[in-house]
C-alpha cells in the first residue's frame, strides 16, 4: 500500500494557532489516515465514534489526509464554483441497501469536488495529493456526521479491494470469541444483540457492519455506524428509554458534551433514535472492543410463537446462503464507491469473490438460526443457550 510520508500529528488539544486545524491519525488494518478539523471539538468526537475499531495515535506515513472546515464563507464560495453544464453523479458512499449518489464536477485537474446538500457537506478530493476536504457552514450539526462518513468510506473501500468481505451484522466478544448476527434491516439483529449485551458480560464489537479482513482470516472486526434503536425494540427494554432521555445521548455529542449540557432527546419522525457506539455501550454499562475471533454466526427469525425462543443448527448449504444475503449491499452489483479512490488502489471485488469469502466463513464458524418468539426477551434463558453455545 503506497502511502505519503507527513509530520507527526499534534495532539488535537494543543494547537498554536487557534484557526489552525488540529489532527489525529487514525487507522484501521494496515490504512492509516491523517484526520483534521477546523474545530477541534469535531476530532474529538470522531476519536470517540470510531475507538477502538480504529486505532488512534501518530504513525510514520499515511495513505491520505482528511480535513474538515467548518468555515461558511468557503462553503458558499465551492457552491457557487459549481459549473452549470458538467456535473454527473457519483457513486460516494455506500449503504446497507443503497449506494448515495451525488453530483460531481471537476474541480480541478486530477480533483472532483461533490456536494450533498441534505448534510451541507461539499467534498474535495484531490486524488493525486491523497486528500479529501470536507467543507461546511459553520454551525452545521451534520458536519460531523460527515467527516466520519468519509473516514468511514476510505476505510471500507480499502478493506474490500485488499481481499475482505463487509457483513450486515452486530457483533459481540467474549474472552476473545466472537459472535455474529448476521441478516437484512427489520430481521432483529440489534434488539437481540442489546438482549445479549445485557445478559452474557460480553463486549460489544458492532451494531450493523463486520469486516472478515481476508479469506483466510477467522478475526472479526467492527466497522462503526449509527446505532439505530426503533420503537418496537425500546418498548422491549423500557428502562433503557428512561436512562436515554436521562443522559441525552445522540449520536452527534460526546459522552461528556450530553453531559454538560442536558436536552430533551429528539426521535427522527419515524420514532427512531440514533446513538454512537459509545454511548450504547456507556447506557448497557459494557466495555467496546475492536475484533474477536469469529466462533458463532447466528440468523435471527421473528417467530411470533408464545415462547422464550430456541437455536436450531444450520446446514451447511443453508448457512451459506444465508450469508450470502447478509453481504452488506447485497443487493448491489456494486461494493465500493468512487468518490474517495487513489489512483494506486488495487481493483474493487467482484460479487463471486464476495460470496466465495462469505461461503467460505460459513464453512468454518458454527452457524444458527435464532428462533424468537414473544417472550424471547421476558427472561435470560436464550442468553444463556448463546453463551452456551459461544463457550464452543
Same mark, same amino acid.
Given at each position: 500500500?503506497?502511502?505519503?510520508?507527513?509530520?507527526?500529528p499534534?495532539?488535537?488539544s494543543?494547537?498554536?494557532?487557534?484557526t489552525?486545524?488540529?489532527?489525529?491519525?487514525?487507522?484501521y488494518g494496515?490504512?492509516?489516515?491523517?484526520?483534521?478539523s477546523?474545530?477541534?471539538?469535531?476530532?474529538?468526537?470522531?476519536?470517540e465514534f470510531?475507538?477502538?475499531?480504529?486505532r488512534?495515535?501518530?504513525?510514520?506515513?499515511?495513505?491520505?489526509t482528511?480535513?474538515?472546515?467548518?468555515?461558511?464563507?468557503?462553503y458558499?464560495?465551492l457552491?457557487?464554483g459549481?459549473p452549470?453544464?458538467g456535473?454527473v453523479?457519483?457513486?460516494?458512499f455506500?449503504?446497507d441497501?443503497?449506494?448515495?449518489?451525488?453530483?460531481?464536477?471537476?474541480?480541478?485537474?486530477?480533483a472532483?469536488?461533490?456536494?450533498?446538500?441534505?448534510?451541507?457537506?461539499?467534498?474535495a478530493?484531490d486524488?493525486?495529493?491523497?486528500?479529501?476536504?470536507?467543507?461546511?457552514?459553520?454551525?452545521?450539526?451534520?458536519?460531523?456526521t460527515?467527516?466520519m462518513r468519509?473516514?468511514?468510506e476510505?476505510a471500507?473501500n480499502?478493506?474490500?479491494?485488499?481481499?475482505?468481505?463487509?457483513?450486515?451484522?452486530?457483533?459481540?466478544?467474549?474472552?476473545?470469541?466472537?459472535?455474529?448476527i448476521a441478516?437484512?434491516k427489520h430481521?432483529?439483529?440489534?434488539?437481540?444483540?442489546?438482549?445479549?449485551?445485557?445478559?452474557?458480560?460480553?463486549?460489544?464489537?458492532?451494531?450493523?457492519?463486520?469486516?472478515?479482513?481476508?479469506?483466510?482470516s477467522?478475526?472479526?472486526?467492527?466497522?462503526?455506524?449509527i446505532v439505530t434503536?426503533?420503537?418496537?425494540?425500546l418498548?422491549f427494554?423500557p428502562?433503557?428509554?428512561?436512562?436515554?432521555?436521562?443522559?441525552s445521548?445522540?449520536?452527534?455529542?460526546?459522552l461528556?458534551?450530553?453531559?454538560?449540557?442536558?436536552?430533551?432527546?429528539r426521535?427522527? #419522525? *419515524?420514532g427512531?433514535v440514533?446513538?454512537?457506539p459509545a %454511548? $450504547?455501550? =456507556? !447506557?448497557? &454499562?459494557?466495555?467496546p472492543?475492536?475484533?474477536?475471533t469469529a466462533?458463532?454466526i447466528?440468523?435471527?427469525?421473528v417467530?411470533?410463537?408464545?415462547?422464550?425462543?430456541r437455536?436450531?443448527?444450520?446446514?451447511?448449504?443453508?448457512?451459506?446462503?444465508?450469508?450470502r444475503?447478509?453481504?452488506?449491499?447485497?443487493g448491489?452489483?456494486?461494493?465500493?464507491?468512487d468518490l474517495v479512490t487513489f #489512483? *494506486?488502489?488495487?481493483?474493487?471485488?467482484?460479487?463471486? %469473490? $464476495?460470496? =466465495? !469469502?462469505? &461461503?467460505?466463513?460459513a464453512?468454518r464458524?458454527?452457524?444458527?438460526?435464532c428462533?424468537?418468539?414473544?417472550?424471547?426477551?421476558e427472561t435470560?434463558a436464550?442468553a444463556?443457550?448463546?453463551l452456551?453455545?459461544?463457550?464452543?
Amino acid at each position: 500500500m503506497a502511502t505519503v510520508p507527513l509530520a507527526r500529528p499534534g495532539s488535537a488539544s494543543v494547537v498554536a494557532d487557534p484557526t489552525a486545524p488540529a489532527f489525529e491519525g487514525f487507522t484501521y488494518g494496515e490504512l492509516s489516515l491523517l484526520v483534521g478539523s477546523s474545530r477541534p471539538a469535531s476530532l474529538r468526537w470522531l476519536a470517540e465514534f470510531l475507538a477502538p475499531a480504529f486505532r488512534l495515535g501518530p504513525r510514520d506515513a499515511y495513505r491520505a489526509t482528511v480535513t474538515l472546515e467548518e468555515d461558511s464563507r468557503r462553503y458558499k464560495e465551492l457552491r457557487l464554483g459549481r459549473p452549470p453544464v458538467g456535473t454527473v453523479e457519483l457513486d460516494c458512499f455506500v449503504n446497507d441497501t443503497d449506494v448515495i449518489r451525488l453530483p460531481a464536477w471537476a474541480s480541478a485537474p486530477g480533483a472532483t469536488t461533490a456536494f450533498q446538500r441534505r448534510s451541507r457537506a461539499l467534498y474535495a478530493v484531490d486524488r493525486e495529493r491523497r486528500s479529501v476536504t470536507v467543507v461546511s457552514p459553520e454551525g452545521n450539526p451534520t458536519a460531523r456526521t460527515a467527516l466520519m462518513r468519509v473516514v468511514r468510506e476510505l476505510a471500507m473501500n480499502r478493506s474490500l479491494r485488499d481481499g475482505g468481505v463487509l457483513l450486515h451484522a452486530a457483533g459481540l466478544a467474549r474472552e476473545g470469541r466472537a459472535m455474529l448476527i448476521a441478516g437484512p434491516k427489520h430481521a432483529g439483529k440489534t434488539t437481540l444483540l442489546l438482549h445479549l449485551l445485557r445478559h452474557t458480560g460480553a463486549d460489544f464489537v458492532a451494531n450493523d457492519r463486520v469486516l472478515l479482513p481476508s479469506a483466510t482470516s477467522t478475526t472479526l472486526r467492527g466497522m462503526p455506524s449509527i446505532v439505530t434503536l426503533r420503537p418496537g425494540t425500546l418498548a422491549f427494554f423500557p428502562g433503557l428509554q428512561r436512562d436515554l432521555q436521562r443522559r441525552s445521548y445522540y449520536y452527534r455529542r460526546t459522552l461528556a458534551e450530553a453531559a454538560a449540557r442536558p436536552r430533551p432527546v429528539r426521535p427522527w #419522525p *419515524d420514532g427512531r433514535v440514533g446513538l454512537s457506539p459509545a %454511548q $450504547l455501550c =456507556a !447506557l448497557l &454499562g459494557v466495555a467496546p472492543t475492536a475484533e474477536g475471533t469469529a466462533s458463532v454466526i447466528l440468523f435471527p427469525r421473528v417467530t411470533g410463537s408464545p415462547d422464550t425462543g430456541r437455536l436450531v443448527d444450520l446446514t451447511p448449504d443453508d448457512a451459506r446462503a444465508r450469508l450470502r444475503r447478509a453481504l452488506l449491499s447485497a443487493g448491489l452489483s456494486k461494493k465500493t464507491s468512487d468518490l474517495v479512490t487513489f #489512483p *494506486d488502489d488495487p481493483p474493487a471485488p467482484d460479487h463471486e %469473490q $464476495l460470496e =466465495a !469469502l462469505s &461461503g467460505a466463513l460459513a464453512e468454518r464458524v458454527h452457524c444458527l438460526e435464532c428462533q424468537l418468539g414473544t417472550r424471547s426477551y421476558e427472561t435470560g434463558a436464550l442468553a444463556a443457550e448463546c453463551l452456551r453455545v459461544l463457550a464452543g
